[in-house]
């Protein structure tokens, strides 16, 4: 229905799914306080649902009595915080699978609160009390080399001092591709990861 009338259309809603992987929440909580923050305020996606309730009630009332416009301004919140969420979360869940199988089983952990913040980190794997960083990245539309190499050389300092401090790289794991498909974009990397691991191991 909000797809009839464009309510959740990018114009409306913002760009969802950028800004998802841009925050890179660790729970529906954090992407709920980030996209009401900085992508639309919970009053406007209230607004959105009054409009829905509106149109629902004089367009295709006939179609479905019993509709209440708390029923549209609930639907709307749904849409942009726990459907973008969901779909995260899979996209996280996937590519994870994939680096699993990768390294024997070792478990890919969710890095702390503070290893996100300081040293960009989301992910690590354990290697004989010293940590390899990963930072998984979807791809959008328009990256290039040139783009990721700003990115990663910006996040240099934060990872040569994770580095320093839990012993192992920090990689980047990028990945595209459609819902449950998601594909690794860069495998060249899981070589890379293994190496460090072997060197983290030999080092013990």
């Known amino acids: 229905m909000a797809n009839r009338f ?6 409306n809603v913002g760009p969802t799914s950028a800004s998802i992987r841009n925050c890179q929440p660790k729970n529906i909580q954090a992407w709920r306080t980030y996209y009401y923050k900085n992508v639309k305020s919970e009053g406007e996606i209230e607004r ?17 009595n019993g509709v209440t416009q708390k029923d549209c301004i609930e639907w709307m ?6 459907r973008v969420y969901e779909g995260y979360e899979r996209e996280i869940q996937v590519i994870k699978g994939v680096l699993q199988e990768q390294f024997s089983g070792r478990e890919m952990k969710a890095a702390p609160d503070d290893w996100d913040r300081h040293y960009a980190v989301d992910y690590y794997l354990e290697v004989s009390g010293k940590y390899v960083g990963i930072q998984i ?15 990663i050389e910006m996040q240099r300092e ?3 001092q994770f580095t320093s401090k ?15 498909s998601k594909e690794i974009q860069n495998p060249e990397v899981i070589d890379e990861i293994k190496r460090e691991i072997d060197r983290l191991s030999s080092d013990h």
């Open 6 to 11: 464009q309510l959740n259309f990018k114009r």
């Open 48 to 64: 959105l649902g009054k409009i829905l309730y509106e149109r629902i009630t004089t367009k295709i009332k006939a179609e479905l």
């Open 77 to 82: 919140k749904d849409l942009v915080i726990n």
């Open 137 to 151: 990245k979807p791809l959008e539309i328009g990256f290039t080399q040139q783009v990721f190499a700003r990115y």
């Open 158 to 160: 934060s990872h040569d």
């Open 166 to 180: 839990c012993g192992g790289k920090v990689f980047y794991i990028f990945s595209a591709g459609k819902k449950d």
